[in-house]
């Protein structure tokens, strides 16, 4: 869009005095930023409405996309920039004498989401307006998010997200048009109706009202607006009196409270499942209802419509869809099965069995008595089908949707779908190979892969402005609009002033992040330093531990011999392990008691400090990532389905240290096997010990002396303050035999980290291999993912 920054001056404060009945001076930056976002709806709401309308009535197809999580931290900067008027506001402010950056910290992240998951799918909802298509989200409006992660005494201590805060979403519009009911509970049998067909008769069933929420997804500079849209839970009016107390309307109101609640309980998985089936029911019937308004038979409603399930947490929308178009549209079983198929995808995004979901076919039953009847007989059909073809008894017992008491949601919707996709090279060769082999064999021509991408406009132009403004100088500004252009950075690689230039960028970003790590640790961190860094969720397949090993190790050497030659190092850490995860927390506290002991020791001379950044979200993402000069990858080989972090250090100049695992292989193949550190087995060695079973890591610490020393420091009292925690850390490396195979990679983790010391001496090889990291990373655009989606999987035209 087009305006001035005098224009834009007069309508800011138009909307300030309308809003708020004050004056700039007077208004606090949180006033400041509801002005602003108000206005910015002012600007785009008749874009969104037209888009709305052209869709109708063109009759396009539309892609929906199902994910519990979606992760698009704060929306101001984005939506300044997707307009095309980022600048402009930035120049506007500063005229007016306002802090941009301080209005702009007012606005909480949007936490409807945890991790990569969520993430990937908030950069889908920003690729699909931005190439143009037509694709919406489907996710619940969480009141709070995950938690709040706050460190005390290295402990996490887990607080309420209410990121609502005092401005609630300013970017959302309720719509109450398209409220719909959702079933809960109940008793359902079949009865014949007056023309002799089974018709389902649902006995004391809970009904609740789902509200939708819109947020626009604004594509970047080409006037298009797609919608999110989000669910919150609501008691009907007529049944109000089935709530009298306090307790009951807040066992409600917690299917919209959290995202994730604790599963370890019969209630809390319970209601997992409740909130899985609320978004995904209430999203299915309202895009029928907007289907049939067409007036298109529903039988053909795959050539309007693509649902796309994001991992197993909506994997219940093909057997939902079925009991819409059977129970109440009144389709024949064929038919409606046909359609089903032709309409939904899934996307699968791990290999880690505990991760594919499963539900107690009694607790489901109870939960929703006429999905489970409709899943039983999609199971039943599914099994006499392929015995009918003759497939072997036990690829049938493997793959089908209800076994041993449990309802198997990958299964269900791989079935009920016609696409499956890994998010990896890797990781897709791993389904076909291992995870979903035999339905690889019984649908070969369902398997595919969309390697991962990232919003390129996030991580460059509002995470790393003085990066875009160099590169700018450098190539042009057309990269821009076209990440391709990146590759033009290539023809830089043997210009010495081009590489310093780019150096001193990455120094101002490592500054801001020193500001931040002294504000909020006290910690004073030189920026001549090698900025290390693993930011990620907490798990231990992602093997946050290995890092610590190797840190003990250096911690261990300079204590020995304080005049080692080693380039200083600042290992900086972000993670939240998940409320119910034990290990995982007892992580987080050895790299807090670990940092307390480094720090503090004044005969390191510096060389080595341990930085742990609490509540680790995207908007710390946005401030860590660019200045990071390592980027830590180091998963087991074969565990990691693609990630998306590595592809945003790779884009903002760090060199990625990682082992083959996911997207690394392709970030390497990119960027050349001298411009990444690579370590570690691979997959087919870690399988190879699988397979053996000959994997025995006492006999690695009992033979290796190094080895020995470092695990010794978790329980010899090396590291103060965790006794209980480096006891379990110690039992899961040494007498529980090391799951993730941590000590065999050990050695060569510290050879290639050593490797990076050698590396960073040479400042114009290392800025070398950072531009080249930097031009590569255009493969990884989450632009180009979504064409493939869209053309490949959900037949959408731009």
Not at 89 to 100: H, I, P, Q, R, S
Not at 611 to 635: G, R
Request: proline share 3%.
């Amino acid at each position: 869009m087009k305006v001035t920054k005098e224009q834009f001056i007069r309508d800011f404060k138009d909307t300030l005095h309308e809003e708020q009945l004050i004056k700039v001076p007077a208004a606090t930056d949180t006033e400041l930023f509801v002005a602003l976002a108000k206005l910015i709806r002012k600007y785009y709401t008749n874009t969104w409405i037209n888009r709305n309308k052209a869709l109708t009535e063109e009759k396009a197809k539309v892609a929906y996309y199902f994910s519990i999580e979606f992760l698009p931290g704060r929306m101001l900067e984005t939506n300044l920039l997707n307009l095309g008027i980022l600048d402009t506001a930035k120049e506007a402010f500063a005229e007016l004498g306002v802090d941009f950056d301080a209005v702009k910290s007012a606005e909480h992240d949007m936490a409807l989401g945890n991790g990569g998951l969520g993430r990937l799918a908030a950069a889908f909802m920003d690729s699909l307006a931005t190439t143009g298509y037509p694709g919406f989200g489907n996710g619940l409006r969480y009141q709070y998010g995950l938690f709040k992660q706050r460190i005390v005494d290295g402990y996490q201590v887990e607080l309420p997200d209410s990121w609502f805060g005092s401005t609630g979403n300013v970017w959302e519009v309720r719509k109450d048009h398209d409220i719909v009911d959702v079933k809960l509970y109940g008793n359902v049998y079949l009865k014949s109706n007056a023309e002799g067909k089974l018709v389902p008769v649902y006995e004391g069933a809970q009904i609740l009202k789902a509200v939708p929420y819109d947020v626009p997804q604004i594509g970047f500079e080409n006037e298009v607006i797609n919608n999110l849209r989000l669910w919150d839970v609501e008691i009907p009016q007529e049944n109000e009196l089935d709530y009298p107390t306090i307790e009951s309307r807040r066992a409600i109101q917690d299917i919209t409270a959290v995202l994730y609640p604790d599963d370890s309980s019969y209630e809390g998985k319970r209601l997992r499942l409740i909130q899985e089936y609320f978004m995904t029911s209430a999203g299915l019937q309202t895009i029928i209802k907007s289907y049939l308004k067409q007036g298109l038979p529903l039988e053909e409603i795959y050539k309007k419509v693509s649902v796309h399930i994001n991992d197993t947490h909506p994997a219940v929308a093909p057997a939902e869809f079925m009991r819409l178009l059977i129970d109440d549209y009144n389709l024949e079983w064929l038919d409606a099965w046909q359609a089903t198929i032709k309409t939904m995808s899934y996307t699968n995004h791990t290999i880690l069995s505990e991760a594919l979901e499963k539900w107690d076919a009694e607790l489901f039953k109870t939960v929703l008595p006429r999905v489970y009847q409709i899943i039983l007989e999609i199971d039943n059909r599914f099994v006499a089908e392929l015995a009918q073809k003759g497939v072997a008894p036990e690829i049938i017992e493997n793959t089908r949707i209800v076994k041993d008491n449990m309802i198997h949601m990958a299964h269900l919707a791989i079935i009920g779908g016609h696409s499956v996709n890994g998010v990896a090279k890797l990781h897709t060769e791993l389904l076909k190979e291992d995870t979903l082999k035999d339905f690889y064999y019984l649908y070969p021509e369902k398997f595919n892969n969309k390697t991962n991408g990232i919003v390129q406009r996030r991580w460059t132009q509002i995470a790393a402005p003085e990066l875009s403004k160099t590169i700018d100088q450098v190539i042009g500004a057309g990269w821009r609009k076209d990440i391709h252009e990146l590759r033009k950075l290539q023809d830089f690689v043997g210009d010495d002033q081009v590489l310093e230039d780019f150096y001193q960028v990455k120094q101002v970003a490592k500054e801001r992040l020193a500001k931040y790590i002294y504000q909020t640790t006290n910690q004073e961190v030189s920026t001549d330093a090698i900025f290390d860094v693993q930011v990620k969720r907490l798990h231990a397949y992602k093997r946050q531990l290995l890092n610590v090993l190797h840190i003990i190790k250096r911690y261990l050497d300079l204590k020995e011999n304080p005049d080692l030659d080693v380039v200083p190092r600042v290992f900086i850490f972000g993670a939240k392990a998940a409320p119910g995860y034990h290990f995982a927390k007892s992580v987080i506290k050895v790299i807090n008691e670990l940092a307390n002991l480094i720090n503090k020791d004044a005969t390191l001379k510096g060389k080595l400090k341990v930085i742990f950044l609490e509540n680790y979200n995207v908007s710390l993402a946005e401030l860590i990532i660019p200045a990071a000069d390592v980027s830590e990858q180091i998963s087991l080989a074969s565990k990691e389905a693609s990630g998306t972090s590595n592809m945003k250090f790779m884009m903002t100049g760090a060199i990625t240290l990682a082992t083959l695992d996911g997207a690394n292989i392709e970030i390497k193949d990119e960027v050349g096997d001298d411009n990444i550190v690579i370590f570690g087995m691979d997959k087919d060695q870690v399988y190879d010990h699988y397979a053996k079973h000959d994997y025995f890591s006492r006999g690695l610490y009992e033979s290796n002396p190094m080895i020995r020393r470092i695990v010794d420091s978790f329980v010899n009292g090396t590291i103060p303050n965790c006794q209980s925690e480096g006891m379990e850390i110690y039992e899961a490396l040494i007498t529980h035999n090391d799951d993730y195979f941590l000590l065999e990679d050990l050695e060569s983790y510290i050879e290639a980290q050593g490797k990076i010391d050698d590396l960073y001496r040479n400042r114009q090889k290392w800025m070398q291999m950072s531009l080249i990291n930097i031009a590569t990373s255009d493969k990884f655009t989450s632009d180009d993912t979504i064409r493939e989606y869209a053309k490949e999987i959900w037949n959408l035209e731009s």
